[in-house]
């Protein structure tokens, strides 16, 4: 059995489709409920997780017009952009790409992430121009006085990623822990959503292509193409959304040891057209392998676990203990915590469930069962535990079930990508 994306979109349309996550799936199919073509009209799955690719492209006015001619500097929150290509000549009006990834000149813990994060929330951006003649000009805005925010992520939602353990007895910076990861084999940091994400349930992207709809940050946009470094291999996406309509609690900074990174979340839905289409969705987190490798070299291979080992049976969010802490004159957690979640107490809205804390944290004040991967390499035989998920599979399961309820309402349709013409 076959169908067209004409007939699953009036089903959508009808609010009769039938729409189920990947992990909805998986779970049937491990219950000996494996469901058919005709049973399943649509499949979600989301991410979220640091996409170092992403940057904003914005139209902003930063002063009168007339203050000045053209834009040679500009900084927003002290993070640095890039002026033009459209010079805007005496109009006081800024073309600009921003960075996810910038850090700001003023405060080392801030960057493109924090103030995406903070343009979305509605907060009040100080801007500071520096024009080709010299004069400085400060002002402020905030998003919805910004004529254009799009959000464009270069390379996102990886099917394929690597883990990283330090087999060296030196501590190493690297953008991929939220701290000098220690060694040698002290712990273990990882991304991606395993049986959740959207390109390990359409691998060989017969339902995902150029124009195919996606949430990006809780805004409807689309695909622009396979992203930067895709290849059939390693696939990844290219996607755009406008920064108006997103949601704050699925964008963010995320401190790293080489300075702050950004975070996003990405939900796409998968057209059920036919059983094989279908099958593909039954992947297990067991079934997707996780290679491990140096944080030093990256491209040195140490071993290999899987999806399994490093999300079944994990916490999502850490359990906070307050009365355990013994208000240490410098607290580890405060200082590691990635996303800022902790000053004097949790803020549990912008936990990223990173699991750092519990590393971090000698009394107990916070406990998270993350889980230990069993390492075997030629120096012997590791248990190493996971310090860190730079991937937050709560929200991207809170995206998809946004996405979920979307279709079922009929607030969503499905592209008809070329290959299901």
Same mark, same amino acid.
């Given at each position: 059995?076959?169908?067209?994306?004409?007939?699953?979109?009036?089903?959508?349309? #009808?609010?009769?489709?039938?729409?189920?996550?990947?992990?909805?799936?998986?779970?049937?199919?491990?219950? /000996?409920?494996?469901?058919?073509?005709?049973?399943?009209?649509?499949?979600?799955?989301?991410?979220?997780?640091?996409?170092?690719?992403?940057?904003?492209?914005?139209?902003?006015?930063?002063?009168?017009?007339?203050?000045?001619?053209?834009?040679?500097?500009?900084?927003?929150?002290?993070?640095?952009?890039?002026?033009?290509?459209?010079?805007?000549?005496?109009?006081?009006?800024? #073309?600009?790409?921003?960075?996810?990834?910038?850090?700001?000149?003023?405060?080392?813990?801030? *960057?493109?992430?924090?103030?995406?994060?903070?343009?979305?929330?509605?907060?009040?951006?100080?801007?500071?121009?520096?024009? %080709?003649?010299?004069?400085?000009?400060?002002?402020?805005?905030?998003?919805?006085?910004?004529?254009?925010?799009?959000?464009?992520?270069?390379?996102?939602?990886?099917?394929?990623?690597?883990?990283?353990?330090?087999?060296?007895?030196? &501590?190493?910076?690297?953008?991929?822990?939220?701290?000098?990861?220690?060694?040698?084999?002290?712990?273990?940091?990882?991304?991606?959503?395993?049986?959740?994400?959207?390109?390990?349930? /359409?691998?060989?992207?017969?339902?995902?292509?150029?124009?195919? =709809?996606?949430?990006?940050?809780?805004?409807?946009?689309?695909?622009?193409?396979?992203?930067?470094?895709?290849?059939?291999?390693? &696939?990844?996406?290219?996607?755009?959304?406008?920064?108006?309509?997103?949601?704050? =609690?699925?964008?963010?900074?995320?401190?790293?040891?080489? *300075?702050?990174?950004? +975070?996003?979340?990405?939900?796409?839905? %998968?057209?059920?057209?036919?059983?094989?289409?279908?099958?593909?969705?039954?992947?297990?987190?067991? /079934?997707?392998?996780?290679?491990?490798?140096? %944080?030093?070299?990256?491209?040195?291979?140490?071993?290999?676990?899987?999806? *399994?080992?490093?999300?079944?049976?994990?916490?999502?969010?850490?359990?906070?203990?307050?009365?355990?802490?013994?208000?240490?004159?410098?607290?580890?957690?405060?200082?590691?915590?990635?996303?800022?979640? +902790?000053?004097?107490?949790?803020?549990?809205?912008?936990?990223?469930?990173?699991?750092?804390?519990?590393?971090?944290?000698?009394?107990?004040?916070?406990?998270?069962?993350?889980?230990?991967?069993?390492?075997?390499?030629?120096?012997?035989? +590791?248990?190493?535990?996971?310090?860190?998920?730079?991937?937050?599979?709560?929200?991207?399961?809170?995206?998809?079930?946004?996405?979920?309820?979307?279709?079922?309402?009929?607030?969503?349709? %499905?592209?008809?990508?070329? #290959?299901?013409?």
């Amino acid at each position: 059995m076959k169908r067209t994306i004409e007939e699953i979109n009036q089903k959508i349309m #009808d609010g009769q489709a039938t729409v189920l996550t990947a992990e909805e799936v998986t779970r049937m199919v491990a219950d /000996d409920e494996t469901p058919m073509v005709e049973d399943v009209d649509v499949v979600t799955t989301g991410t979220c997780g640091i996409m170092s690719g992403t940057a904003a492209l914005l139209h902003l006015t930063a002063g009168e017009p007339g203050s000045f001619k053209k834009a040679k500097k500009i900084y927003l929150n002290g993070v640095p952009g890039f002026p033009g290509p459209c010079p805007n000549e005496w109009l006081g009006s800024v #073309d600009l790409m921003i960075y996810g990834t910038a850090h700001s000149r003023q405060d080392p813990d801030y *960057g493109g992430g924090f103030l995406f994060e903070d343009m979305v929330a509605g907060k009040e951006i100080e801007i500071e121009v520096e024009s %080709i003649h010299g004069e400085i000009i400060k002002s402020t805005t905030t998003l919805e006085e910004m004529g254009t925010a799009k959000m464009i992520g270069t390379r996102m939602a990886f099917r394929n990623y690597t883990a990283f353990v330090n087999p060296h007895s030196e &501590p190493v910076s690297s953008i991929f822990h939220a701290i000098d990861m220690e060694g040698p084999f002290k712990g273990l940091s990882f991304s991606g959503c395993g049986e959740l994400n959207p390109l390990q349930n /359409d691998p060989h992207m017969k339902t995902i292509c150029m124009g195919t =709809h996606v949430l990006l940050n809780g805004a409807e946009g689309f695909v622009m193409d396979t992203g930067t470094r895709s290849s059939p291999e390693k &696939p990844n996406l290219m996607l755009t959304a406008d920064m108006h309509t997103m949601n704050p =609690h699925y964008l963010g900074g995320f401190r790293t040891a080489a *300075g702050p990174e950004i +975070f996003d979340s990405v939900a796409l839905a %998968i057209p059920i057209t036919s059983q094989e289409v279908l099958e593909t969705t039954f992947i297990k987190n067991a /079934d997707i392998p996780l290679p491990v490798a140096d %944080i030093k070299g990256r491209h040195l291979p140490l071993g290999t676990t899987d999806y *399994g080992e490093v999300w079944n049976g994990a916490d999502e969010r850490p359990e906070y203990y307050p009365d355990n802490c013994m208000d240490c004159a410098t607290c580890l957690v405060r200082e590691r915590c990635p996303t800022l979640a +902790f000053t004097h107490q949790l803020n549990t809205r912008k936990c990223f469930g990173c699991g750092m804390c519990a590393y971090s944290c000698p009394h107990g004040v916070f406990e998270m069962k993350t889980g230990y991967v069993n390492l075997q390499v030629e120096k012997g035989e +590791f248990e190493v535990p996971i310090a860190c998920r730079q991937s937050d599979l709560k929200r991207a399961r809170e995206i998809t079930a946004e996405l979920t309820n979307r279709i079922k309402k009929g607030d969503f349709s %499905i592209y008809n990508c070329r #290959d299901n013409d």
